[in-house]
């Protein structure tokens, strides 16, 4: 199972970025994939979650600004973030489960400037 994250960048507040998962290894029609981000001095966060049907949530922070979807025909998971703030700025990683295990990628570093 491998996770190929990419997208993410320097962009300023009220910008928009796209991030792109890319799952190998696993059916990805079945499995759930989710965006987490990790703020220097802070833990790791869930931040949208998306399952192989394609049903999304959100967390409370970046509901109406962030957007889950998954491309099935390109396995690519995509976090559509618009309205950035500078509090949105962190590494973000996408993450899925096989046979019990945690699967993660490798980050992606998002920053936004006030």
């Known amino acids: 199972v491998q996770l190929q994250a990419s997208g993410g960048g320097l962009v300023q507040a009220g910008g928009s970025l796209r991030l792109s998962c890319k799952a190998t290894g696993i059916n990805f029609s079945i499995h759930t994939i989710d965006w987490h981000r990790q703020a220097p001095g802070k833990l790791r966060e869930l931040v949208a979650s998306i399952t192989g049907g394609g049903s999304a949530t959100y967390a409370d922070l970046v509901k109406g600004r962030f957007t889950i979807s998954k491309d099935y025909p390109r396995r690519t998971t995509y976090l559509q973030m618009n309205g950035l703030e500078p509090d949105d700025t962190a590494v973000y990683y996408c993450?899925?489960?096989?046979?019990?295990?945690?699967?993660w990628g490798q980050g992606t570093q998002v920053t936004v400037s006030s």
């Open positions: 993450k899925t489960q096989w046979r019990g295990r945690d699967f």
